[in-house]
């Protein structure tokens, strides 16, 4: 029997929405280049590495051009050495040149400086400086690292405000290395793009101008997200060459209970089934749970289904685990005494648990680079499987009646904004505090960050240019996760551990005092909500409910900064205002969503700026609509399934985004829809909304069409956001209106 047979008999039934299977690949490979060091063809050797993969020759050789690389294959195909190779070369051949590797993650920079230390060149001296760096190894590691290893809070708060001691490491930099480049995406990546601007900045004041080496999982524009993140042009990698085993793809849709409704049965349960099926067929599988719960809860239930020896073999695997703990468990599953792990996405970060036949994905996790990480576990040397289980999320389910929209199309950007003023001037501020400003910045800092420095309150302008004249370090103020810098901590009450930061202006409807809030796949509870010391504070959660804010929403219109006539109606994007106040929340049962009980809610409005894409319907487009409650509800509802699809378009989630759908609009004195970026300023959301517009609405219109549903459903046109509760949304209507206009194009 093949191993292939051992699932065939699981994968039949009307759940199966898709089986597909994408082929083997041979490798192309290329001989080593000659010019290598010999301490790293040495290294090489031992590792029994004699060619390359044809995309790590021509990294190289890019790299070896002088320029900046961008190298995006798959998932297990070498990019790690792709981007390796030119560095310990150059740091093998001179040992003055120094290198610095960024990580999103600790754990990820602790996993690279490990397997450099495996190498062993040498010449290769590689340290990792981050926050849990002893004070007393600081200076050391300064000294005496050729490669530093470390992240970009890390960068921006720990290394570059303290420049002066760094002079000699900034000095002979050769080399940037930022190795999950597409993590670096939206007010995340907004920051980051100005930190690595700052680092050129400094690294040019020092004397040098290093090559940028990114690497990237597969996204729509590689080359795009290079020059965004660093402002500099870099060479695009991306032919893989990588040897692939065949993968068979499996889209699982639980069935339907309640077609009117459209109500499905839980993901869970059917990952738990085909989780104990695998298992109970000796295949080592791994599932995929988009929360620590949902994780624990696919555990039981496929222990449950197993005779004792083999639920024996099923381990759940989550973030928190010490080090040790993790490679027990990694251990145990490469020599095959664990069969099967059910975790959150904590291990999607490229943290490496070797071969599996089986990668099971509990719910779409937001975008394609991550669902192809996670099936990327799957298969890498031999026949493997692939499953994603649809949640009853809209994306989910568009995705199981148009399976090529997920397997074949190419169209997530990894996108960012690193003018977004409310993201900027804390960099500008920052900048001119590592050095004075002038106008020769402009070539790395950009000639936005120019502008914006007389508008910098505590920057003065001198002969030297604009100089900081606050008393502390600007840079500690400014958090990279954050547009505003007087976001909201969330503090975990039973251990003091801050988890992390909300803005102001979505905190009163996220961590409200009685909010569930998800933190890393794990649930708490908002005790309190302070607003004078701008804290909540939360405690673990076990409840079976979540909860929704029901707020009051307007916009208006600041400033249109561009107005095409597209899909027969006038569209237009620019920067609005939105004020938001947050009135009562609704508890929902997490097995059927049904409404527990409504809390109000006393709280301030807030405003913010963003910017919105909105456009205003044609009479003719709106023909048979016009009556009210319906004209609103069509709105509404057409605001709603936009908002569900935009991800696919830009690399977001849907909680990133807002909207606003009325029937008589203040500002342009029509029935109007509105769909903005969620983060103060905007961080290019919006804007690639406007620019993919066509599209945007074709696919919401072919959404609404296939969903079996009679009048609305979580899977069209209801979102788990909604601040009306999901009420006013007319299904029909919606669609009436987004095929008139997806047909005036
Ligand atoms: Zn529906
Ligand atoms: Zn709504």
């Not at 004070?135 to 005496?144: L, S, V």
């Not at 692939?386 to 568009?398: R, T, V």
């Given at each position: 029997?093949t ?18 299977s ?16 010999p ?10 590495i004699h ?10 050789a890019?790299?070896?051009?002088g320029?900046?690389v ?10 790690t ?25 600790k ?6 400086a ?9 010449a ?6 981050d ?10 590691i300064r000294?005496w ?5 470390t992240?970009?809070d ?5 290394v ?14 050769r080399?940037?290395v930022v ?5 670096y995406?939206?007010?995340f990546?907004?920051?980051v793009?100005?930190?690595?601007r700052?680092?050129?900045?400094l ?5 040098t101008?290093?090559q ?25 990698v ?11 793809v499996a889209l ?7 077609a009117?409704l459209?109500?499905?049965a ?17 295949l080592?599988?791994?599932?995929f749970?988009k929360?620590?719960?949902s994780a624990e ?10 005779d ?5 073999r099923l ?6 685990y010490?080090?040790?703990?993790r ?5 145990r599953?490469?020599e095959g005494?664990l ?11 490229g943290i490496d ?11 779409f996790?937001g ?6 990480q996670q099936?990327?576990r ?12 649809a949640?009853?999320d ?6 199981m ?9 190419h169209?997530?950007a990894?996108i960012?904004d ?6 900027l ?5 920052a900048?001119a505090?590592e050095?004075?400003?002038?106008d ?8 936005e960050?120019l502008e ?13 240019g604009?100089?900081?004249?606050g ?6 103020r400014?958090?990279?996760r954050?547009?505003s810098p ?17 803005e ?12 569930v ?7 708490y ?13 939360v405690?673990p959660?076990?409840g079976d409910w ?24 006038e569209?237009?994007?620019g920067?609005v205002?939105?004020?938001e106040?947050?009135?009562a929340?609704?508890?929902?049962a997490?097995a ?7 809390v109000?809610?006393n ?8 910017e919105?894409?909105?456009?205003v319907?044609r ?13 609103l509800s ?6 709603h399934?936009l ?12 909680w990133d985004i807002?909207?606003l759908?009325?029937n008589?609009h203040l ?12 983060h103060?300023?905007g ?11 066509e ?25 788990p956001?909604?601040?009306n509760l999901?009420e ?6 919606a ?8 047909n005036?194009?």
């Amino acid at each position: 029997m093949t191993t292939t047979a051992l699932w065939d008999e699981l994968l039949v039934g009307d759940e199966l929405a898709h089986l597909g299977s994408e082929p083997a690949r041979e490798a192309r490979t290329a001989p080593l280049p000659d010019s290598l060091q010999p301490a790293v063809l040495d290294a090489l050797a031992r590792r029994e590495i004699h060619e390359l993969y044809a995309h790590q020759a021509d990294a190289y050789a890019a790299a070896q051009s002088g320029g900046n690389v961008i190298v995006t294959t798959g998932t297990a195909s070498g990019k790690t050495l792709a981007f390796n190779l030119p560095v310990l070369d150059a740091l093998a051949a001179d040992r003055h040149a120094r290198a610095l590797y960024l990580y999103p993650t600790k754990a990820l920079a602790q996993d690279q400086a490990r397997s450099l230390g495996d190498l062993g060149i040498p010449a290769v001296r590689a340290a990792i400086y981050d926050g849990d760096t002893p004070t007393e190894r600081r200076r050391q590691i300064r000294g005496w690292a050729n490669l530093v290893l470390t992240n970009p809070d890390m960068l921006h708060i720990g290394v570059m405000p303290r420049h002066d001691v760094w002079g000699d490491f900034l000095h002979n930099l050769r080399f940037v290395v930022v190795d999950e480049a597409h993590v670096y995406r939206g007010v995340f990546g907004s920051h980051v793009a100005n930190v690595l601007r700052r680092l050129r900045r400094l690294a040019r004041i020092y004397g040098t101008e290093p090559q940028f080496l990114l690497a990237s999982a597969t996204i729509a524009n590689a080359g795009e997200l290079a020059l965004a993140l660093t402002g500099e042009e870099a060479i695009v990698v991306e032919d893989d060459a990588a040897p692939r085993a065949e993968r068979t793809v499996a889209l699982w849709n639980p069935p339907l209970l309640d077609a009117e409704l459209g109500l499905r049965a839980s993901a869970l349960g059917e990952a738990s089934r085909l989780l104990a099926g695998l298992v109970g067929r000796g295949l080592r599988t791994i599932c995929f749970a988009k929360s620590r719960k949902s994780a624990e809860l696919i555990h039981r239930f496929a222990s449950d289904r197993l005779d004792a020896a083999t639920a024996a073999r099923l381990a759940p695997y989550r973030a928190g685990y010490t080090p040790q703990q993790r490679r027990e468990i990694e251990r145990r599953l490469v020599e095959g005494d664990l069969l099967g792990v059910t975790s959150t996405d904590a291990l999607e970060l490229g943290i490496d648990i070797g071969d599996l036949d089986c990668a099971i994905s509990v719910g779409f996790p937001g975008t394609v680079a991550s669902l192809r990480q996670q099936w990327g576990r799957a298969g890498r040397r031999e026949h493997g499987l692939a499953i994603l289980i649809a949640s009853e999320d809209a994306l989910d389910q568009y995705f199981m009646r148009e399976p090529p929209a997920l397997l074949e199309r190419h169209v997530e950007a990894a996108i960012l904004d690193h003018a977004n003023p409310r993201v900027l001037d804390g960099h500008v501020a920052a900048a001119a505090f590592e050095a004075p400003i002038d106008d020769g910045d402009a070539a790395t800092l950009g000639p936005e960050a120019l502008e914006r420095a007389p508008h910098v309150p505590e920057l003065r302008q001198t002969r030297r240019g604009w100089v900081w004249a606050g008393k502390d370090a600007p840079a500690p103020r400014v958090p990279l996760r954050s547009t505003s810098p007087d976001a909201f901590l969330v503090v975990d009450a039973s251990s003091g551990d801050v988890l992390g930061l909300a803005e102001r202006e979505r905190a009163y409807s996220t961590v409200h005092e009685g909010a569930v809030y998800l933190h890393l796949g794990r649930q708490y509870l908002v005790r309190e909500l302070d607003l004078q010391a701008q804290r909540a504070l939360v405690e673990p959660f076990d409840g079976d409910w979540y909860t929704q804010a029901k707020k009051e929403t307007e916009t208006s219109i600041e400033e249109p900064l561009r107005v095409e006539r597209r899909l027969g109606l006038e569209l237009s994007f620019g920067r609005v205002s939105v004020t938001e106040r947050v009135v009562a929340y609704q508890k929902k049962a997490a097995a059927d969503g049904s409404t527990l009980d409504t809390v109000p809610l006393n709280l301030p409005p807030t405003t913010f700026d963003t910017e919105a894409v909105w456009f205003v319907p044609r009479p003719h487009q709106l023909e048979g609509l016009e009556a009210m409650p319906l004209l609103l509800s069509s709105l509404h509802a057409a605001e709603h399934s936009l908002i569900a699809l935009l991800p696919l378009w830009a690399m977001c989630d849907r909680w990133d985004i807002g909207g606003l759908s009325t029937n008589l609009h203040l500002d342009t004195g029509a029935p109007t829809v509105f769909v903005y970026d969620g983060h103060a300023g905007g961080v290019g959301i919006a804007a690639r909304g406007f620019d993919q517009f066509e599209g945007w609405v074709a696919d919401t219109a072919e959404l609404l069409a296939g969903c079996p549903c009679e009048r609305g459903c979580p899977s069209c046109v209801q979102s788990p956001k909604c601040g009306n509760l999901n009420e006013y949304l007319d299904k029909a209507g919606a669609l009436t209106l987004l095929t008139r206009m997806s047909n005036s194009g």
